[in-house]
């Protein structure tokens, strides 16, 4: 199925340091939301982003909007050993459709 | 309020045999999903629901039936298990009507094991 393109693959950073990932998609959303997955867990929905331009915070995270609405950004600032784990996208059309399209995932280490 | 609960967490099958995984959310949403995740293949949509009484097709259905009898509960059914559908699955919910409010929430898996 569709996939959105998700970047970088995997990183790894060392404690302290910030990241940034990125999903871009050839379709135009009307939601972008950002999960985290940890191993043997299910995803945690972090950011729900819903209008071009926004940009939302939790925490140490901080989620945007793309303008073109076929993007969507994702900070962590001073990242630490719990930040471990796979982020990812997902955009979703909100008028009549009820597919999630999901990001390829970045799989973040942290180096102490 | 417990979210997105999903039983069992582990289950090992034989070829050939049956089972049902329950999902259930108390956050009356509308919309239900079950998704299979395997290495290297991201999610994907086996079957979902629009709501109570409804189901449909999603990307992988063959092996799979559904159920949603109940709004807050979504069954996924294999009747004859095959080592292919060794993978870990996950039901989500949401509620997509309009702006602000369009959210997905994914219960904690179940991880299936066909011998």
């Known amino acids: 199925g569709q996939q959105l393109n998700q970047s970088p693959q995997s990183m790894f950073i060392q404690e302290g340091e910030d990241v940034s990932m990125n999903c871009t998609s050839s379709?135009?959303?009307?939601?972008w939301l950002w999960y985290k997955q940890e191993p043997g867990e299910g995803p945690v929905l972090l950011i729900a982003?819903?209008?071009?331009?926004e940009l939302t915070s939790n925490g140490r995270l901080t989620a945007q909007f793309g303008i073109t609405r076929k993007d969507s950004f994702l900070n962590i600032s001073a990242s630490i050993p719990s930040d471990v784990g796979i982020y990812f996208c997902?955009?979703?059309?909100?008028?009549?459709?009820?597919?999630?399209?999901f990001g390829t995932g970045t799989r973040l280490k942290v180096l102490a | 309020n417990a979210g997105v609960t999903q039983t069992p967490k582990f289950r090992v099958l034989k070829t050939g045999q049956s089972m049902t995984l329950l999902c259930a959310q108390d956050m009356n949403h509308e919309y239900m999903y079950w998704y299979r995740q395997d290495p290297g293949m991201g999610l994907r949509l086996i079957h979902y629901s629009v709501g109570e009484g409804t189901t449909a097709k999603g990307e992988v259905p063959d092996g799979y039936n559904v159920s949603r009898l109940k709004k807050q509960n979504f069954l996924l059914g294999l009747e004859s298990a095959a080592p292919s559908q060794t993978s870990v699955y996950f039901c989500?919910?949401?509620?997509?009507?309009?702006?602000?409010?369009?959210?997905?929430?994914f219960g904690p898996g179940t991880r299936l094991t066909v011998l």
């Open positions: 982003l819903y209008k071009a331009g």
């Open positions: 989500a919910s949401s509620y997509p009507r309009g702006s602000s409010t369009d959210t997905q929430y």
């Open positions: 379709s135009i959303f009307n939601t």
């Open positions: 997902a955009g979703h059309v909100t008028s009549g459709t009820y597919k999630y399209i």
